[in-house]
């Protein structure tokens, strides 16, 4: 446990940092932002706009909190850490307290952002929670409007408090779909759980009254037209290493629909038209 300043003689805070400058919590106005970013450290990196728009949103929402990382003025009064969240509060027009380190030394840049960031899953205590959170980022990319195509992407970025939010509300549903998906997964060869799990939720979501679960049923049947995404999907792995999230998703929507509407289909279309249908058909179905 460490000890409170106390235990070093009384000491203040400016006289244990010494030339290290002083940390405090500040009020910051969208003016006071400003100022700041216009004395930006030579070295500072370029603006990441998707950066501020997590930061923004988090502001926006009521999701901003204080925490311990500071932004960082340097001995001459240059911005070393911190742009991103003072473009939002510029955006946003609205004040935040945050943590500001006043005569940072210019030589703390090189190893600042060098932690390992918490991804959402690693906040939560929950079973397979890396898998509930990253359908849960889909699930929600979708519902804002975006295509399947997209929604699986890793690039697909978004805060973490909406992920957790979405998950720790929608614990059941989720659970349930990772848990048909593994089984899925466990029935074929390769392809993403994530990308099943989409799969069943958009399929769920078009199709009224359709379990995900008879999904599993059909694949345990051992007829040569159930086990056509399993033969499909091996040869995709074989030719290519591995199966692409889109194709996976892809194919186990037409399985989908082919065995709902009591076909046999095995040939699959082309995966770019197969999850922009589908993306239309939702957006039918449950969008106004």
């Given at each position: 446990m460490s000890a409170p300043l106390q235990a070093m003689g009384g000491l203040t805070t400016e006289q244990v940092m010494g030339d290290a400058g002083r940390m405090q919590l500040e009020v910051i106005t969208p003016e006071d932002a400003s100022d700041m970013l216009g004395a930006l450290y030579a070295r500072q990196r370029s603006r990441n706009n998707t950066a501020k728009?997590?930061?923004l949103q988090s502001m926006r929402e009521g999701h901003w909190r204080v925490s311990n990382d500071a932004i960082c003025i340097s001995r001459d009064g240059e911005l070393l850490n911190g742009q991103h969240r003072l473009m939002a509060v510029v955006e946003n027009g609205e004040p935040i307290v945050a943590w500001v380190w006043h005569g940072a030394?210019?030589?703390?840049?090189?190893?600042?952002?060098?932690?390992?960031?918490?991804?959402?899953?690693?906040?939560?205590?929950?079973?397979?929670r890396r898998d509930v959170c990253a359908l849960a980022k889909a699930i929600i990319s979708i519902e804002d409007g975006c295509p399947l195509a997209a929604a699986l992407a890793s690039t697909n970025t978004m805060p973490r408090w909406q992920i957790t939010e979405r998950v720790e509300s929608d614990m059941d549903n989720l659970q349930m779909l990772v848990r048909t998906s593994i089984n899925i997964k466990s029935?074929?060869?390769?392809?993403p759980r994530t990308a099943f799990g989409v799969a069943l939720y958009t399929f769920g979501a078009v199709v009224g009254g359709f379990n995900p679960e008879q999904a599993v049923a059909w694949l345990e049947e051992a007829d040569v037209t159930t086990l056509s995404l399993t033969r499909t999907i091996q040869k995709k792995t074989a030719?290519?290493?591995?199966v692409p999230p889109g194709w996976a998703c892809a194919a186990l929507l037409l399985f989908l629909e082919a065995k709902m509407q009591g076909k046999e289909r095995r040939q699959y279309g082309r995966v770019d038209e197969t999850l922009e249908r589908f993306t239309r058909a939702y957006r039918e179905a449950v969008m106004p």
């Open positions: 728009s997590v930061y030394s210019p030589d703390i840049y090189d190893i600042l952002d060098n932690s390992y960031a918490r991804s959402a899953y690693q906040v939560l205590d929950c079973p397979n029935r074929t060869v390769g392809g030719t290519e290493g591995k």
